[in-house]
């Protein structure tokens, strides 16, 4: 079992930036990517952006430029930075960690509310 715990989320203006963070805790052994979902109210869960155990970086297309994963291996944490929010970017933001064979692991969320 592995339990990430997002932080960080918060209500910004259109413009600003928030960095969300997710400690994982528990069998962080063989996690083969860790990664960042949201979903809005009425929409489907969307995947925002990854980043493998060997550091390779994915994002969606509506977030590239704007938002940067990273993380620090010897907190097992993952932050996405988030800059230039737009008010569509409001949503409850997930944090998952992929164990492949072991299955999915999916934190609480954090709200993200982007004013205009």
């Known amino acids: 079992q592995v339990q990430p715990v997002e932080s960080g989320g918060g209500l910004v203006q259109a413009g600003g930036s928030l960095r969300l963070s997710c400690a994982a805790s528990g069998s962080v052994l063989h996690i083969n990517a860790m990664e960042w979902y949201r979903q809005a109210p009425g929409k489907q869960r969307e995947l925002v952006a990854r980043?493998?155990?060997?550091?390779?970086?994915n994002y969606a297309d509506s977030v590239k430029g704007r938002f940067t994963i990273s993380r620090d291996n010897a907190a097992n944490t993952v932050y996405l930075q988030m800059n230039s929010l737009k008010p569509e970017d409001t949503a409850v933001y997930y944090c998952?960690?992929?164990?492949?064979?072991?299955?999915?692991?999916w934190g609480q969320g954090t709200q993200v509310t982007v004013s205009s």
């Open positions: 980043i493998t155990s060997s550091g390779s970086t």
């Open positions: 998952n960690a992929d164990r492949g064979f072991y299955g999915n692991f």
